[in-house]
């Protein structure tokens, strides 16, 4: 009786095997970084919503603030989405027929609330606040982007634990003049003040902003 | 473990019990026995993929995907601002009186019971009954529709069948009609009951409680003539002899009652009071007296004979070797003295402690006397054994029985079940589905208190209004209206019958006096005004009845939170660990020690007791300090109906109410059910075996430090120093505290804690972050006690951080010691290395289990999942509102009030800033009476204790 396997299966044998041993590599940097690529965090991602609402439009078009629909953003954890009746404001007036504005005025109409898919997310264990960044100087496109040339509003921003502590070790570079807090297009210039100056007009508290307990409860 | 305890837990403890010792040497005990149940290897595979998974989806997760909708308001509601909360006035209504309570909302959700600081019958705290509300109002259990005969109905067919009842009133003129509901002092109520009477004069109706204070009322009668409301004044009393009382724990405005009494306990602070307890069965008053005489109803009839005696005058009676010391105390401080004297007392007692409470000079001081606050029944003969007579009789036609049990609660001797099957109509309106209910024609949903409008007026007639805190969550119908059904069909609206009641005081539009009393939760000047009834002659002369002949009596005594069982259904009510047996889900009968020794008796054995024929089985509890000629029965459990954390959990005592006092016969039957007592769990190990630690007043003034003198401190390798703006602490004063469990339940409500169930309470899973324990010192015939609530120390050298192997556990700058629970991975290290054991496991994903409302969680803090360690934070999310709003006010932060704080009848916890110059807890530390738990073990607590104090003059007195 005759070997069984020739001289030529010990190749494919040891091939296969790393073969195996690449897939298995493979899969586990996958599964290991997936979750960290763009995609997956949906970054650039404009999600559909039931109105097409252009941030473009009305900030930068019309200079509507920020604050005239999310009205809590500096008293509150919550920034505030705008009831339907703050659309209907303008909408009551202007583009009263538009097919577009139809969800709003049904809305209205129905008492039934409009309802936006997010775009901005951070994990139920983290209690970010709004109020306090506004106050200390961190401007909304720090975290949101430029809002306001987004036709559609898309995430700009990680918004991961690195994303967040990548600041809080070090705020300074990154916070606004009080009068550019709002102002999405913002960057950094030669007549901004150094980062010294600004944590020192804002008053950045001397507490350890990297604690667990800043951020977790 | 060779050394006896000093103080002790448990009975078991004392005696170094075999299977106790070998329970306390395990951190995690019976988790060897769960972890070898064998389990077959299908199932572990299964379990394995399934963790594989989860922690697939658990990566894809972190890293935050956008997830959810944005659901904003059509229009806003006014004064609501998204992610802050909002609070409203309300009153938390026990036994008919009110005791002011704020709820706090987020998005009109109300989430959490705060007490009202304007409010005179709250000061700021709660009881653990008014914390629990909250699930009440969400109860998924509760009626939504209206049923006749078990079958669906409309709610027109509701007002039609209540348009032929006011038919048949309009012709009778109100004959045979019954209305049955709880006690009241509600003036909306009594106005519109009165309107009633006038137009149909033989209408009648009954304010009936099941566990009720009539005998006080009676004697009050029987002492002044009239109907009277006895307020104490304790902040001015020396001298306190309360005899089977119920001062602190459930008399009308014991919560200010308890803040006064605390108030001059404390040696440091105040010029202490002397409190002398008699009674039969520990209760909290006699656990914080200084003294505490043993006494079943015997001894006090002849204790009662022998204070007559020595302060009104007549033949002397002989009493206890003891009293005379009492009376002498009593005497000495005329004018400053005050007898307290328990419910259950017939009403000629109270008559004759009223005449000696007058001889001792204290009205005006100690006590005032006020116009009555609760209203009285349509008539002074009708009581609840008459009505079930007149139904019997056939003399009752129609009853309407208006969030009332007696189905339940009535006494069991008067089988009210059978008497109400002759009433042609009756109509239950209820919150829940209960006995009555289900033996009624019609029923009728009723709106939760914080659905309608209502008032209530507290133990000194200070009125609150209620506000609804939301619309009706099930339907309900207001029982105004109901009422008003009855006068006309179209009754005015619930608000505009408040709103008539009190237009004198507040004006009939709505205007600043309407809405100030809305914020503020009272109505100005609306305390009931001082009575100058004299006491009538003949009152010291009360002849007291005689007492049971019987060696041996049972005695009945509500369940300190499910009363009288109308709160079984609340599953924090019924989980919390009961003050002195520190049972929980069950109401064992308690038999004095040396009775249970006669009758070979331990904890869980099971007897069968009989009284006047009737039998049932029981499981019993040794209660140290209690009296050997009485058993004690706790009423309230054993529902029949009621939701799945109440229904069948203990026994339905209310079955031998009402039956003749011949002794009860106990037979053991062999049986034992296991008791889920926490008094044995988380037991902690000092070399001194005195945790609680206490002393004599004497000692005290002779040495102020006497009880620190031994805290040597000791050296450290690494001295941990605060770093942020802040070092946060807490003085926990053991001279207040008198264990009534409020902090921890407000603490169970702020913080998301599930409740776990009996089986894993049996098993030591109970997920408290904040406990109380309660030390016996002494024999257990009649040993002191001291109450002790322990919470995660905060340590600045933690145990438990160095030994996480993933950092789970950290310290923060204030120097709080914070759980990340999204690191941990469950070793349970930190656990096993925590001296205090103030940790909690989530074996279970208990939070998902308890199938809670998600709308009543506190959106604040992290509902914790399955396999995650947890704790207190120093409420973490309180300190963090503060600093918010501190550092973009650009202030220092405001004070910091944590949920137990906030709920503390008697301001036993301090909170604050022990960096802070001239803060009250850095205050209270350096006192002399501070020290830290387990010193010893160098862990540096952020938390300390002040010492208990007892105002005696030696020390260690344990008197029988």
């Known amino acids: 009786m005759g070997s069984v396997f020739r001289p030529a299966a010990n190749f494919w044998a040891s091939l296969a095997l790393l073969l195996l041993a690449l897939a298995l590599v493979a899969f586990s940097l996958v599964v290991w970084l997936w979750p960290q690529s763009d995609s997956a965090r949906r970054m650039n991602w404009a999600p559909a919503q039931p109105v097409p609402f252009s941030h473009q439009h009305h900030v930068s078009g019309l200079g509507i603030d920020c604050r005239y629909c999310h009205t809590a953003v500096e008293v509150s954890a919550n920034a505030g989405m705008p009831p339907t009746y703050t ?28 309802v936006w898919r997010r775009v901005s997310d951070v994990p139920d264990f983290v209690y970010f606040d709004h ?87 | 473990m060779s050394q006896v305890k000093k103080q002790w837990r448990s009975l078991e403890e004392l005696t170094q019990d075999a299977d106790f010792l070998s329970r306390v040497e395990q951190e995690f005990p019976l988790l060897g026995a769960a ?95 008014a914390q629990a509300e909250l699930l009440n109002f969400y109860d998924p259990r509760r009626s939504w529709g209206v049923t006749q005969a078990n079958l669906p109905r409309s709610r027109s067919a509701l007002e039609q069948a209540l348009g032929e009842q006011r038919d048949k009133l309009a012709a009778t003129g109100g004959a045979g009609f019954v209305i049955l509901t709880g006690a009241s002092t509600s003036s909306t109520l009594a106005a519109q009951l009165g309107a009633l009477r006038r137009s149909y004069p033989q209408i009648r109706w009954l304010h009936w409680e099941p566990i009720g204070r009539d005998n006080v009322d009676k004697g009050i009668a029987l002492a002044y003539g009239a109907r009277l409301e006895l307020k104490p004044q304790i902040q001015n009393a020396d001298v306190i002899l309360a005899i089977d009382s119920d001062l602190l724990s459930a008399a009308p405005g014991h919560l200010r009652i308890a803040r006064e009494f605390a108030a001059r306990r404390n040696p440091t602070r105040a010029k202490m009071n002397r409190l002398y307890a008699i009674e039969a069965t520990p209760s909290l008053t006699g656990a914080v007296a200084d003294e505490r005489f043993i006494a079943g109803p015997r001894e006090t ?23 005379d010391r009492v009376i002498s105390d009593l005497k000495a401080n005329r004018g400053r003295a005050f007898i307290h004297l328990g419910p259950d007392h017939a009403p000629e007692a109270h008559a004759l402690v009223l005449a000696m409470n007058e001889t001792l000079g204290g ?75 289900a033996a009624s024609l019609w029923v009728a949903p009723m709106v939760h208190p914080w659905e309608g409008w209502s008032d209530g007026r507290a133990f000194d007639g200070t009125a609150s209004l209620m506000q609804p805190q939301a619309l009706p969550l099930y339907q309900g119908v207001e029982p105004y209206h109901l009422l008003g059904l009855l006068l006309r069909p179209d009754p005015p609206k619930n608000l505009d019958l408040v709103r008539q009641t009190w237009k004198d005081q507040l004006g009939a539009t709505v205007d600043d006096a309407w809405i100030n009393a809305l914020a503020q939760g009272v109505i100005p000047n609306s305390a009931s005004p001082a009575s100058n009834r004299p006491l009538r002659d003949d009152a010291a002369r009360t002849r007291l009845p005689e007492p049971s002949s019987a060696a041996t009596v049972l005695l009945f005594r509500p369940d300190p939170y499910l009363l009288d069982g109308r709160y079984a259904d609340n599953p924090w009510l019924q989980e919390l660990p009961r003050p002195l047996s520190k049972i929980s889900w069950g109401n064992p009968l308690l038999i004095s020690p040396a009775r249970a020794r006669e009758l070979s ?108 003198r031994s805290d040597e401190p000791l050296p450290s390798f690494y001295e941990w120093k605060p770093e942020g703006p802040a070092a946060w602490g807490m003085s926990i004063d053991l001279n207040a505290c008198i264990g009534c469990n409020a902090c921890v339940v407000a603490c169970q409500a702020e ?210």
Request: aromatic fraction near 6%; proline fraction near 7%.
């Open chain 2, 35 to 129: 972890l070898a149940a064998p389990r077959d290897r299908r199932q572990a595979l299964a379990l394995m993929a399934a963790s594989l998974a989860l922690a697939g989806a658990g990566l894809g997760g972190c890293d935050g995907a956008p997830e959810g909708d944005l659901i904003p308001a059509v229009r806003m509601p006014p004064g609501i601002v998204p992610g802050m909360p909002d609070y409203y006035s309300s009153a938390h209504i026990e036994g008919g009186y009110a005791a002011g309570t704020v709820i706090k909302h987020f998005m009109g959700r109300p989430i959490k019971v705060e007490g009202n600081p304007f409010h005179p019958a709250s000061l700021g705290a709660t009881s653990p009954i």
């Open chain 2, 601 to 708: 008796l331990t904890n869980g054995d099971v007897v069968r007791i009989t009284v006047d024929g009737v039998r049932m089985t029981t499981p019993i509890a040794i209660a140290p300090g209690q009296s050997d000629d009485c058993f004690v029965a706790l009423l309230g459990f054993g529902r029949r109906r009621a939701g799945p954390a109440g229904q069948n959990v203990g026994v339905d005592f209310f079955e031998l109410t009402g039956r003749s006092c011949g002794a009860p016969d106990i037979q053991k039957t062999g049986a034992t059910e296991e008791l889920a007592s926490t008094q044995r769990h988380a037991t902690m190990f000092d070399e001194g075996g005195v945790y609680a630690r206490s002393g004599a007043l004497s000692q005290f003034l002779a040495d102020p430090e006497f009880l620190r």
């Open chain 1, 131 to 217: 109020s306090i960044h506004i106050a200390k100087g961190v401007g909304c496109s720090s975290c949101h982007g430029d809002v306001a040339n987004m036709a559609l509003t898309y995430k700009a921003k990680s918004l991961t634990m690195q994303f967040c502590l990548d600041c809080h070790r070090n705020p300074g570079p990154r916070l606004q003049p009080k009068d550019k807090i709002y102002d999405t297009d913002w960057t950094r210039d030669a007549t901004t003040p150094a980062p010294e100056v600004l944590l020192a007009q804002y008053g950045v508290p001397q507490r350890n902003l990297t604690d667990c307990s800043i951020c977790h409860r």
């Open chain 2, 751 to 960: 913080n998301n804690i599930p409740v776990v169930g009996k089986t894993e309470m049996l098993r030591e899973r109970e997920m408290y972050w904040l406990r109380i324990d309660r030390y016996y010192d002494g024999p257990p015939e009649s040993p002191r006690v001291n109450f002790q609530p322990v919470l995660c120390m905060h340590c600045e050298e933690a145990p438990c951080e160095p030994v996480c192997p993933v950092g789970a556990t950290m310290h923060d700058a204030e120097g709080l010691n914070v759980m990340v629970y999204n690191r941990c991975i469950g070793t349970r290290f930190c656990s096993n290395n925590c001296p205090y054991k103030v940790r909690r496991f989530n074996y279970f994903d208990f939070a998902d289990e308890e199938r809670r409302a998600i709308q009543s969680r506190n959106p604040e803090v992290t509902v914790r999942a399955r396999g995650v360690m947890e704790k207190c934070t120093f409420c973490l999310q309180r300190i963090a509102a503060a600093r918010i709003v501190a550092d973009r006010e650009g202030e220092k932060a405001s004070a910091v009030v944590t949920a137990c704080e906030a709920a503390c009848p008697t301001r036993a916890f301090t909170f604050g800033d022990l960096a802070a110059k001239g803060s009250e807890v850095a205050a209270r530390r350096a006192g002399p009476l501070s020290y830290a738990l387990l010193a010893e073990q160098n862990t540096r607590p952020r938390v300390t204790y002040e010492a208990h104090i007892f105002n005696v003059d030696k020390p260690k007195e344990t008197q029988k």
């Open chain 2, 301 to 323: 009839h002849r204790v009662l004979l022998a204070l007559a005696a020595a302060l009104l005058g007549g033949a002397s009676v002989e009493g206890p070797p003891w009293l």
């Open chain 2, 363 to 437: 009205r005006g001081a100690v006590y005032t006397l006020l116009d009555a606050v609760t209203h009285a029944s349509s008539d002074d003969s009708l009581s609840l054994a008459t009505l079930v007579a007149d139904m019997r009789a056939g003399r009752v036609n129609a009853l309407l029985i208006i969030d009332s049990n007696p189905v339940y609660a009535a006494p069991g001797a008067l089988n009210f079940v059978e008497a109400l099957g002759r009433v042609d109509f009756t109509l239950c309106l209820s919150a829940t589905p209960n006995e009555t209910t």
């Open chain 1, 87 to 114: 659309c209907m404001t303008c909408h009551s007036q202007i583009w009263t027929n538009a097919a577009l504005l139809e969800p709003v005025r049904n809305s209205l109409k129905a008492e039934r609330p409009l």
